[in-house]
């Protein structure tokens, strides 16, 4: 891989050692991914923020990357992390863990990285343009900006993202050179086009392809539905990148007429479903995988106005970001009646399997990681029908 005078000096230590192992970590993956060249990067989200997921080991190297004098030189966020910064007592959390994910979330701090701690910081605050090189991490939120805004980033893991942001760089290779960005497949799908049967196709084009970059037809999704086709795709199967004919912004490049078409009509539906539906008795109600938008905060809240809890033997959560529950205070006024509107965390990254045994969800996404992840059995069902079980 060609690197320059700067890029080489910087590998050989001459400015700090925080920096240094960025670009030892950036420069052993452009080799191994074949990459010819480091190009700029606009911004970058990080992952690995959980002190449930990352540990002792995860935090010592933050520690040691803060010591070493790290810092971002790119608008950088920060994905949800094991609790509600403030309201980690309503999540059942034990003070020593929180402690430590406090720590963690301030190391990423000082290294300059936004401590929004949401996977959906392209509704705000790291909004990609069209064509921007960036280095994301959060399976969800990186095919959205690869695909619903066309921004460029790999798969990236969250120590890759990191050192991505510290270096300002990443690799030239995988999505961000134009031959990898071609479709592979087309999708046919049937749905009825809520934001719920969105996920579900999500689950089951991931069930049927595993992998590749899905060319649909025949959909039009908005942010809520796109983001829950990500999260789920990114889930079932390993999909960093999709197009929608008419919708998506570099859906038009393509000459499609050569592919293979897959129909994903109501029986690979209800396989979706019923893979993801594995209990009938749930303890907790988790809500806004990925994060809630404000749209959706205003379609539950006007669908729970009227509305009491009358079950209250099991748990509601909403999980949004901080900046959303707060510009949408009436909204959480009414939900909080149901439960906590929870920021920064989500069902997945926090520490639920010390309380829970059995969840449900309306995300495809959660509901592939609530039985690895968190030893639950799922439930996933659209929010209206998860409300109905404490109405
Ligand atoms: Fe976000 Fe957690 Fe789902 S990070 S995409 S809410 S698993």
Same mark, same amino acid.
């Given at each position: 891989?060609?690197?320059?005078?700067?890029?080489?000096?910087?590998?050989?230590?001459?400015?700090?050692?925080?920096?240094?192992?960025?670009?030892?970590?950036?420069?052993?993956?452009?080799?191994?991914?074949?990459?010819?060249?480091?190009?700029?990067?606009?911004?970058?989200?990080?992952?690995?923020?959980?002190?449930?997921?990352?540990?002792?080991?995860?935090?010592?190297?933050?520690?040691?990357?803060?010591?070493?004098?790290?810092?971002?030189?790119?608008?950088?966020?920060?994905?949800?992390?094991?609790?509600?910064?403030?309201?980690?007592?309503?999540?059942?959390?034990?003070?020593?863990?929180?402690?430590? %994910?406090?720590?963690?979330?301030?190391?990423?701090?000082?290294?300059?990285?936004?401590?929004?701690?949401?996977?959906?910081?392209?509704?705000?605050?790291?909004?990609?343009?069209?064509?921007?090189?960036?280095?994301?991490?959060?399976?969800?939120?990186?095919?959205?900006?690869?695909?619903?805004?066309?921004?460029?980033?790999?798969?990236?893991?969250?120590?890759?993202?990191?050192?991505?942001?510290?270096?300002?760089?990443?690799?030239?290779?995988?999505?961000?050179?134009?031959?990898?960005?071609?479709?592979?497949?087309?999708?046919?799908?049937?749905?009825?086009?809520?934001?719920?049967?969105?996920?579900?196709?999500? %689950?089951?084009?991931?069930?049927?392809?595993?992998?590749?970059?899905?060319?649909?037809?025949?959909?039009?999704?908005?942010?809520?539905?796109?983001?829950?086709?990500?999260?789920? +795709?990114?889930?079932?199967?390993?999909?960093?990148?999709?197009?929608?004919?008419?919708?998506?912004?570099?859906?038009?490049?393509?000459?499609?007429?050569?592919?293979?078409?897959?129909?994903?009509?109501?029986?690979?539906?209800?396989?979706?479903?019923?893979?993801?539906?594995?209990?009938?008795?749930?303890?907790?109600?988790?809500?806004?995988?990925?994060?809630?938008?404000?749209?959706?905060?205003?379609?539950?809240?006007?669908?729970?106005?009227?509305?009491?809890?009358?079950?209250?033997?099991?748990?509601?959560?909403?999980?949004?970001?901080?900046?959303?529950?707060?510009?949408?205070?009436?909204?959480?006024?009414? +939900?909080?009646?149901?439960?906590?509107?929870?920021?920064?965390?989500?069902?997945?990254?926090?520490?639920?399997?010390?309380?829970?045994?059995?969840?449900?969800?309306?995300?495809?996404?959660?509901?592939?990681?609530?039985?690895?992840?968190?030893?639950?059995?799922?439930?996933?069902?659209?929010?209206?029908?998860? +409300?109905?079980?404490?109405?």
């Amino acid at each position: 891989m060609d690197l320059t005078r700067e890029e080489e000096a910087i590998l050989n230590g001459e400015q700090g050692a925080g920096i240094q192992k960025a670009m030892e970590l950036v420069t052993a993956l452009g080799k191994i991914y074949g990459a010819d060249s480091l190009i700029d990067i606009t911004s970058a989200h990080l992952s690995g923020a959980s002190y449930k997921t990352i540990g002792d080991g995860g935090l010592k190297y933050l520690e040691d990357l803060v010591a070493g004098g790290a810092q971002v030189s790119v608008p950088s966020t920060l994905n949800p992390v094991g609790m509600d910064r403030t309201r980690w007592k309503e999540m059942h959390i034990h003070p020593e863990f929180a402690e430590k %994910q406090l720590r963690i979330i301030d190391l990423y701090g000082q290294m300059g990285i936004k401590k929004t701690c949401s996977c959906t910081p392209y509704i705000g605050p790291n909004v990609p343009s069209m064509g921007d090189h960036v280095a994301w991490a959060e399976s969800s939120a990186l095919s959205f900006v690869n695909s619903y805004i066309g921004a460029r980033t790999n798969r990236e893991g969250g120590p890759g993202a990191l050192a991505a942001a510290i270096l300002g760089k990443t690799a030239n290779y995988g999505l961000h050179l134009d031959d990898n960005r071609k479709p592979t497949v087309v999708i046919d799908p049937e749905i009825d086009g809520s934001v719920f049967s969105y996920s579900l196709l999500g %689950q089951a084009v991931g069930m049927a392809i595993g992998s590749g970059i899905p060319y649909f037809k025949n959909i039009s999704p908005e942010v809520e539905e796109a983001k829950a086709l990500s999260a789920a +795709m990114a889930a079932s199967g390993s999909m960093a990148l999709w197009h929608a004919e008419g919708i998506t912004p570099e859906a038009g490049n393509f000459d499609i007429s050569d592919l293979e078409v897959i129909h994903i009509g109501k029986k690979e539906l209800e396989n979706a479903y019923d893979k993801l539906n594995r209990t009938e008795d749930v303890q907790l109600i988790a809500i806004g995988c990925p994060h809630l938008t404000e749209k959706e905060m205003h379609q539950i809240a006007e669908f729970l106005k009227d509305k009491e809890k009358k079950n209250k033997d099991i748990e509601v959560w909403f999980c949004t970001s901080a900046e959303i529950r707060e510009r949408c205070a009436e909204d959480v006024k009414i +939900m909080e009646r149901f439960g906590p509107v929870l920021a920064d965390t989500c069902m997945v990254v926090a520490p639920i399997e010390g309380t829970f045994q059995r969840t449900a969800t309306n995300s495809a996404k959660a509901g592939n990681y609530l039985p690895t992840l968190c030893s639950q059995k799922a439930m996933c069902r659209d929010i209206t029908a998860l +409300m109905e079980l404490v109405l």
